[in-house]
């Protein structure tokens, strides 16, 4: 009876401990929807979307006014990142590497995984919601964008606000 009292009396001193340190752990900060430019932190240059072509390839960031909108992203309420420019998207197929720029509902009026980004700003990584995998600007590949399943040196991003 003693030893089930005292099991009762830490329960009833250990749960209340537990809701305050779970009320008072600080929640990852969701990402704003807004105009960023993605700063890959490996290569110091943006993401950036060839307005010819729909390429996606790293540029030397712009500041400023002289912001290019082919390197502005638009990440909007469905987790997309949707090119100021072109309109379109990034998107991969599944467990492919290769990432791409597409159109359509996929990239403006839903959410579909497979366009739908989760920038983490703590770790400076922003994954794919399908597949799991990081942007990655292939560090094997001169900076060819990529998703990779694994922690690289290529997968770092900053996402700095744009105009």
Known sequence: ???RKGLTTLLALTVPALFLVALTTPAEAAVPSG???LHNTYYNKCL???GDTGAIYLQTCATGTNINHSQLWDYTTFGQ???VHSGLCLIVTGYDAAVWLSGGTACTSA???VAQWNPDTTDEVITNAH???YLDADTAASGEI???PYIIDGIHWTLVPGS
């Open 1 to 3: 009876m003693k030893i």
């Open 35 to 37: 105009w960023y430019q």
């Open 48 to 50: 950036t979307e060839d």
């Open 81 to 83: 990142f949707v090119n």
């Open 111 to 113: 959410t579909v995984s």
């Open 131 to 133: 597949s799991g995998w």
């Open 146 to 148: 990529i998703q990779e």
